[in-house]
Structures are given as structure tokens and as C-alpha cells.
């Protein structure tokens, strides 16, 4: 009989013979690189595209049977040997791994590549932005976006109009990497040697330095007037034509910033919540200039009616993806705002350009996070009524969503809301509340941020009250000692300034001055690093009344004086009590010795709040 054929090998047993050579070559020293492994395994699937699966069964397979031979060896000769097996294998499955990546990588850009060529003229930039949108399962990378870019330059159909328009996002996205690639993204802050950003019309603010290392015009010209300060509606406003590359380089040029930024924030060790604020403030600066450029665009008159909308859609898209990403951060600070901006000391109008997305976002917990972080930087900006409104729809919504987390922050926010309003009793009901909850899920910040608040409104209800009970004051000087063993681990800034401004103010009431001193000088020197006038205001305040009481008179004019303005400033609701201490100041010493102790104390009034500052606290007085 003539011999028979033998039956051709499984793909199972192909794979396996594959994976066996490999092992047998690298023992044999036949294999001097991973890459060349990279390459014999891409080889060995593109012949069987589709079967992948099947490879990675089969490797599987072969690396169990290596460790459990390498663990069951006793022979240290044998065991060695089965170690570089593994070691062998282990080099095969990171080329498996980067050959997934790598497909997962093409495909992508072959289906971005078939939906904008399929897109319709008018929605083909939005399109794109889905594509790129950071919050997609397949985030593009850099490296992604310069492989779309080279696959949009390739396609040629009958179409002219739409091959030129896809050349055209082709270009736009790679002179957007360029451009940000030639970017000295943190030299600002080594020149500043600093974590922050410098204040409107100052040369060495961010905007300006990467201004002078672009060269498209409108990225130039974009960055140019954020350092100025300028919204950018008047930008937007200004176009006379479409120029889609220039504005798909800036949207990449931009997202890149933006990331590289948060990133870098995010890794900043020695103060995380410093860091947390810094990357808050770097989202929603980035969401309010997308935002404001769609508004603008809205009113863009010298645009056609199609490009002026396509222009201001694309941009709200942006500002959409943005506040989604940040509302998705598992560090998202919600107890946290916005501390500093890219646009200058005076942060631009939040609500106004931040409201039409914020409505659209249907995840309530989502939107919950984002307006706590809202309301918060408006309180801080003084803005109490708007912070007010904020919190409560944050409330509202978290509770919808059970975000106890979210609640709990809201119900803090809220009654530090009323301690500025000297509204007490309704601080303490907010603040037990948040305590409790903070308690039953284990939120050790939020427990920490309801103990300041409730140990600073309990003591201030107590001094307002005719017959004080000293066992009450004890009680709080107690619950707020706990508070600050909280803090030693959890270190948080403001519920620390109210702590110890709490503290101060106990010992105050308790006769023990210099503790009372020594509380009030460290919440003073907190309230200065947080930069709230109202806060440093009520230490200098009761660092006023320390000092009467103690016959430290000129020492008394300084802190009363100098309280009683900043009080001013953050139109606070606590200027009355500094105030009367100032006219009793004033009677006792005199006004010509008054004055003479204001000009005592004039070098250390003006450092704090300027020459104008003095002389309406001495002009004032």
C-alpha cells in the first residue's frame, strides 16, 4: 500500500511546536533579544490572522506546566534549567501582550479612520472628538493619534471634498503633537520654583511662557490673551473663517497641556491635597475656556451660520468631556476648590459659562461632585449666596444617588456656610449630621471636617450666651483635642484653621490666655497659608482680645485694627465684637495714643495689606 500522508498538525499543536521552539532556542542561546522574539511571534499569527485566542490557550497552558514543574524540582540543576523555561515563556508572553496592544491600537484607528470618512461634512469634527474623547474604554494615546493622523493622510477617494477635509484633521492633529511635544510644559514652575500660578499681567505666568514656544497664530495668539487674562468669547467672537487645522492643533495641543498638567499634579507627594486642588483647578479652568469659546463662537457673526456651529458645538463637546473626567477622578476633592487659576487671582465666572453643561450631564452623581467643588470655590471667593444654592443641589442629588461620601461633604460645606453667617444652631444640626454619617461609613475626612465645625460653631454659640457653662466650653476644648489628633494623620488645612481658631477662643473664654495665644497664633498663621481674609480676620480679631486682656495694649491696637479690616474686606457678619474692641481700645489709650500705636505697628499693617490698607485702617480709626 502506498504510504499515507500524515494528517497536517492542529493549530493547537502549530502554536505549541511554536511556543516549544522558542523556549529550546532561547536555552540554547540562539536568541539574543525580545524584539526578535516580538517579531517571530508576529510572523507566526499574521499567517493565521484570527486565532490569537488559541495562541494564548496554548501559552497558558505551557506556563502552568513550567511553574509547576519549577516548584516540585528538587534537583537545583533541574530547577534551574525549568526557571529559565519560565523565564523564556514569560519573554514570549510580553510580546503577546504588546502584539495585543498593538492590534487593539490599529483597529481603533481603522474604525476612527471608517467613521470619519462616513461622517457627514457638518459633523465630522464632532465625530473626531468622540474618537478622542479621554473618557472612551480606548483612550487615544499620543502615540495613537499619530497613527490616525498617518492613516487620515493615506486615504485617497473619489471624493475630493472629503479626502482634502480628512488630509485636513490629519495635518491639524500633527502639528498639534508637534506642538506640544516642543513644549517646556513645567518650566514656568522651576523658574517660579513654585506650585502655583502667577497673577494676571505677570511675564512669568504659564500662559505667557508656553506662548513664546508655539508657532501656529492662533495657538499663539490664544495663549497670549489667556495670560492677559482676556475670556476667551472675544477670541471665538473674532473669526472671520474656518481654519480647521489650526483649531484641531489647538484642541490637541491644549488636551495635552491639560493632562500633562494633572498629571504632574497628581503626583506631587509632599502636599497631596495641595496637588488634588491644583489638578481641580487645571480641569475646570480647562472646562470654562472650552466653554467660553462656544460661547463665543455663538456669536460669531463673520462666520457662516455652518461653520459658526460647528465650531460651537465642538467646543461645549470639550468642556463636556472635561467635567466628566474630572467627576470620575477616585481622588476628586470634594472638599477642595479652586485655589488658584490659570487665569489670574480673579477667577472667571464659574456658574455663568459651566451652567449649560453641568444641565446636560443626566449622571446626577457626577454633576453632584462637580458642583460641591463649585459651590466650594465660590464660598471661597466670598460669593456665599451662590455657594449656598451649589451646595444644596449637590445635596439634593447626592442623596439621590446614595453618595453618602458626597452628602456628608455637602452637609460639612454647608454649615461652614453658616459659621461665616454667625448662624450657629444651624451649623451645630448640619455638622452633627455630617459627623454622624461620616461616622457609620467611615469617612475619616469628613469626620474630621464636622469636629472642626462643630467644636468651632459650639464654642462661638456658648459665647454668645448670657451664662456660659463652663462644662460645655470643657466638653468642646475635648471633642476639638480630637479633632486635632484626627489631623496629625489627616492632615486637612481648613478644618485645622478652625480648630485651633475654636481652640483660641475656648481658652479665651476659660481665662487661660496664653493658651488662648498660642492657638490663635498658629490659626493665624494657617489662615494666612489658606489666603481667607475672613478666617485670618477673626484671628487677628481675638488675638486683639488676648492681648487687651493680657495689658499688651499696643499689641491689642495692631490685631483689633488690623482684624477689624481684613473683617471688612470678606464682609463678614463678625465685625461687630472686633469693632466694639477697637472703640474700647480707643477710649482707654486715647485717640492721639491710638494713633500713635497704629504708627508703631505701620511696617508690619503695610506688609500684610498694603499702604492703601493702612491708610484706611488710620484714616478709619
Not at 456 to 461: E, K, L, N, S
Request: overall charge negative; some cysteine; glycine content about 6%.
Amino acid at each position: 500500500m502506498p504510504a499515507q500522508d500524515p494528517e497536517p498538525l492542529s493549530l493547537s499543536d502549530r502554536y505549541s511546536a511554536f511556543i516549544e521552539k522558542i523556549v529550546t532556542d532561547t536555552l540554547k542561546g540562539k536568541i539574543g533579544s525580545k524584539e526578535y522574539v516580538y517579531r517571530q511571534l508576529v510572523a507566526q499569527l499574521e499567517s493565521e490572522r484570527g486565532t490569537g485566542e488559541i495562541f494564548e490557550r496554548c501559552l497558558i497552558e505551557q506556563m502552568t506546566l513550567a511553574e509547576n514543574k519549577m516548584e516540585a524540582e528538587r534537583d537545583e540543576l533541574k530547577q534551574a534549567k525549568a526557571q529559565r523555561q519560565l523565564r523564556a515563556l514569560r519573554t514570549l508572553e510580553e510580546a503577546w501582550n504588546r502584539y495585543q496592544e498593538t492590534q487593539r491600537t490599529e483597529n481603533a484607528c481603522s474604525d476612527a479612520v471608517t467613521q470619519l470618512i462616513d461622517a457627514d461634512e457638518s459633523d465630522r469634527l464632532s465625530v473626531l472628538l468622540q474618537i478622542l474623547d479621554p473618557n472612551q474604554t480606548h483612550a487615544f494615546s499620543s502615540k495613537d493619534i499619530a497613527s490616525l493622523a498617518q492613516e487620515l493622510e493615506q486615504v485617497q477617494e473619489s471624493d475630493e471634498h472629503r479626502v482634502a477635509e480628512l488630509h485636513t484633521l490629519a495635518t491639524g492633529l500633527k502639528q498639534g503633537l508637534s506642538a506640544y511635544s516642543a513644549l517646556e510644559l513645567l518650566g514656568w514652575v522651576y523658574e517660579k520654583s513654585q506650585l502655583g500660578f502667577a497673577a494676571k499681567g505677570s511675564a512669568n505666568n504659564p500662559w505667557a511662557y508656553w506662548a513664546k514656544q508655539v508657532n501656529s497664530p492662533l495657538s499663539k495668539r490664544f495663549l497670549t490673551e489667556q495670560s492677559q487674562n482676556q475670556s476667551a468669547v472675544s477670541l471665538a467672537q473674532q473669526q472671520t473663517h474656518l481654519d480647521l487645522s489650526a483649531w484641531v492643533e489647538l484642541i490637541v495641543l491644549l488636551h495635552g497641556i491639560q493632562e500633562g498638567l494633572v498629571n504632574w499634579f497628581d503626583k506631587q507627594p509632599y502636599n497631596i491635597k495641595a496637588g488634588n486642588d491644583a489638578a481641580a483647578s487645571t480641569f475646570l479652568t480647562f472646562a470654562i475656556i472650552w466653554c467660553e469659546l462656544s460661547h463665543g463662537f455663538r456669536q460669531a457673526e463673520q462666520l457662516l451660520a455652518s461653520d459658526r456651529d460647528r465650531l460651537a458645538d465642538a467646543c461645549f463637546q470639550i468642556g463636556l468631556q472635561i467635567l466628566r473626567s474630572f467627576a470620575q477622578r477616585d481622588n476628586f476633592p470634594l472638599y477642595g476648590g479652586v485655589f488658584a487659576s490659570f487665569t489670574g487671582k480673579n477667577f472667571r465666572d464659574t456658574i455663568t459659562y459651566l451652567d449649560r453643561p453641568l444641565k446636560t450631564i443626566e449622571k446626577k452623581q457626577e454633576k453632584a461632585r462637580i458642583l460641591t467643588v463649585l459651590g466650594y470655590s465660590q464660598q471661597w471667593m466670598g460669593d456665599r449666596d451662590r455657594a449656598l444654592l451649589l451646595h444644596e443641589e449637590a445635596l439634593n442629588l447626592a442623596r439621590q444617588e446614595s453618595d453618602r461620601h458626597c452628602e456628608v461633604a455637602n452637609l460639612n460645606h454647608l454649615s461652614r456656610l453658616q459659621l461665616s453667617q454667625g448662624q450657629f444652631l444651624e451649623a451645630i444640626d448640619l455638622g452633627q449630621r455630617a459627623l454622624l454619617f461620616a461616622r457609620q461609613i467611615g469617612d475619616r475626612v469628613g469626620e474630621i471636617n464636622a469636629i472642626a465645625n462643630l467644636g468651632y460653631a459650639d464654642v462661638r454659640q456658648a459665647q454668645q450666651q448670657e451664662h456660659m457653662d463652663i462644662s460645655e466650653i470643657e466638653a468642646c476644648v475635648e471633642r476639638l483635642k480630637r479633632g486635632m489628633m484626627l489631623l496629625e494623620k489627616s492632615p486637612d488645612l481648613v478644618s485645622a484653621i478652625f480648630c485651633t481658631l475654636a481652640m483660641g477662643i475656648a481658652h479665651l473664654i476659660l481665662d487661660q490666655t496664653h493658651n488662648a495665644q498660642s492657638y490663635l497664633q498658629q490659626s493665624l498663621a494657617l489662615s494666612i497659608q489658606l489666603g481667607n481674609l475672613e478666617l485670618e480676620g477673626l484671628s487677628h480679631a481675638n488675638l486683639g482680645e488676648v492681648n487687651y486682656q493680657l495689658g499688651q495694649l499696643s499689641l491689642a491696637v495692631f490685631h483689633a485694627s488690623l482684624g477689624m479690616y481684613l473683617l471688612q474686606q470678606a464682609h463678614s457678619t463678625e465685625q461687630r465684637p472686633v469693632s466694639n474692641l477697637v472703640a474700647i481700645l480707643k477710649g482707654n489709650l486715647g485717640e492721639v495714643v491710638f494713633k500713635q500705636n497704629l504708627q508703631q505697628q505701620r511696617s508690619q499693617i503695610i506688609s500684610r495689606v498694603g499702604l492703601d490698607g493702612f491708610d484706611y485702617i488710620n484714616n478709619e480709626q
